[in-house]
């Protein structure tokens, strides 16, 4: 059984940067999908970036574009989501998720591994 695990976030100032991570273990996910998802209270879960590491396919939720990238470094099994240039509506618990591609980037229930989420708070 695979496991993800989140990590990075705190709180942050508006304009500032945080890199989260995503720890993988239990099995390999070096040819998966891997999608960030985010949710705010009182909102549902909405999409953030993807990556299909079998093709490099990479799409970012239009709201992000240019402020977050994906990255990964293979010998820790650990995918990265650097965030710059915050802003307060970016508040919102961080989730890394996993799934066999190809699948939909922008539906969680197309992903079948998840993290436990970490919390990023941008003030201003």
């Known amino acids: 059984q695979g496991q993800l695990a989140e990590s990075g976030g705190e709180l942050a100032q508006a304009g500032g940067s945080l890199r989260l991570s995503c720890a993988a273990s239990g099995r390999s996910f070096s040819r998966y999908v891997m999608g960030w998802f985010r949710q705010a209270p009182g909102k549902e879960r909405e999409f953030v970036a993807a990556?299909?590491?079998?093709?490099?396919?990479?799409v970012y939720e239009d709201s992000v574009k240019g402020r977050f990238t994906i990255s990964r470094d293979n010998a820790k099994n650990t995918e990265y989501l650097q965030m710059n240039s915050l802003k307060l509506e970016d508040t919102a618990v961080y989730y890394c998720?996993?799934?066999?591609?190809?699948?939909?980037?922008?539906?969680?229930?197309?992903?079948?591994?998840w993290g436990q989420g970490t919390q990023v708070t941008v003030s201003s």
């Open positions: 998720a996993a799934g066999r591609g190809p699948l939909n980037y922008y539906t969680p229930s197309s992903y079948y591994y």
């Open positions: 990556r299909d590491w079998s093709t490099g396919s990479t």
